[in-house]
C-alpha cells in the first residue's frame, strides 16, 4: 500500500532562515504525483507546491522548493526565508489510485513549523 | 470568489441526530471528494465523485451518504451520528480525477457531536 511518513512532528525556525521539512514516501507505481498542503490555524488547507514523478527538475514556487530525490523516494519541502506567517501544519500528500476509474490524496501526519522572530 | 464553499462552517449536534454539510465549487471541476481530519489532524479520503458519478467510497460506516445532484455540488449526509463523528470534514475538488492537478480544498465544517 502506498504510504506518506513525515518524521517531525515539530520544527522550529527563526525568521529569514530557510527550513527543510522531510516526507518519504513509498509506492510501486511508475507514475505518482507529490504534494505539499499547508494549514494554518485557521484550518484551511492551501496547495502549495506540487512534482511529478516524471518531473526531471524540482519544483519551485516562489520561496518554496521540492527536493525530490526519487532513488530515495523522497520529498522534502524548503522554505526559504522563513516569515512569521510560514507558521502552520505542513502536509505532504501524494495522488493514489485508489481503482480503475479514481484517485485520492494520501497524506502523511503532518509538521508543525513555528517560525520566531 | 470563493472556489470551494462549505456550509456550515461549525456545527454542534448531539448523537443520534442527522445532519447534512453542503459543498459547491465554482471552479468547473469534474472531480469533487470529501476527507475528514480527526482529531490529531490525521486526513483521509471519505468519498470522490467525478460528474456526479460515485468513484470512490472507502471504508466509511454507511451512516455517511454522500450525494451529488451536479458536479458543482457534493453533499454529506450523517444518519445517527456518533460521538465519533467529531472531526473536520473537507470538500475539495480537482479538474479530474486521474489528474496531475492540485485539490482545491473548502474551509472546512468542525462537526462536534455532544
Known amino acids: 500500500a502506498q504510504k506518506i511518513t513525515q518524521t517531525q512532528p515539530g520544527m522550529f525556525v527563526q525568521e529569514k532562515e530557510a527550513v527543510t521539512l522531510d516526507c518519504t514516501y513509498d509506492?510501486?507505481?511508475?507514475?505518482?504525483?507529490l504534494f505539499w498542503y499547508k494549514q494554518p490555524s485557521s484550518g484551511e488547507m492551501i496547495f502549495l507546491i506540487y512534482?511529478?514523478?516524471?518531473?526531471?527538475q524540482n519544483a519551485t514556487e516562489g520561496r518554496y522548493s521540492l527536493n525530490f530525490q526519487k532513488a530515495r523516494k523522497s520529498a522534502n519541502l524548503v522554505i526559504s526565508a522563513s516569515q512569521l506567517g510560514d507558521s502552520a501544519m505542513y502536509f505532504c500528500a501524494m495522488r493514489e489510485s485508489r481503482n480503475q476509474a479514481g484517485t485520492a490524496l494520501i497524506f502523511g501526519k503532518g509538521t508543525t513549523l513555528s517560525v520566531s522572530s | 470568489d470563493t472556489a470551494v464553499s462549505q456550509t456550515p462552517k461549525y456545527l454542534v449536534t448531539q448523537m443520534g441526530n442527522d445532519k447534512s454539510i453542503k459543498c459547491e465549487q465554482n471552479?468547473?471541476?469534474?472531480?469533487m471528494y470529501w476527507y475528514k481530519q480527526d482529531s490529531k489532524k490525521f486526513l483521509k479520503i471519505m468519498f470522490s465523485y467525478n460528474n456526479k458519478e460515485l468513484i470512490i467510497n472507502e471504508t466509511v460506516p454507511n451512516r455517511f451518504s454522500p450525494k451529488s445532484p451536479d458536479k458543482a455540488h457534493l453533499n454529506l449526509h450523517i444518519n445517527s451520528l456518533e460521538l465519533g463523528d467529531s472531526a473536520v470534514y473537507f470538500c475539495a475538488s480537482s479538474q479530474d480525477f486521474g489528474s496531475s492537478y492540485e485539490q482545491y480544498f473548502g474551509p472546512g465544517t468542525r462537526l462536534t457531536v455532544t
Open positions: 471552479l468547473g471541476h469534474d472531480t
Open positions: 509506492t510501486s507505481d511508475q507514475s505518482y504525483g
Open positions: 512534482q511529478g514523478s516524471y518531473d526531471e
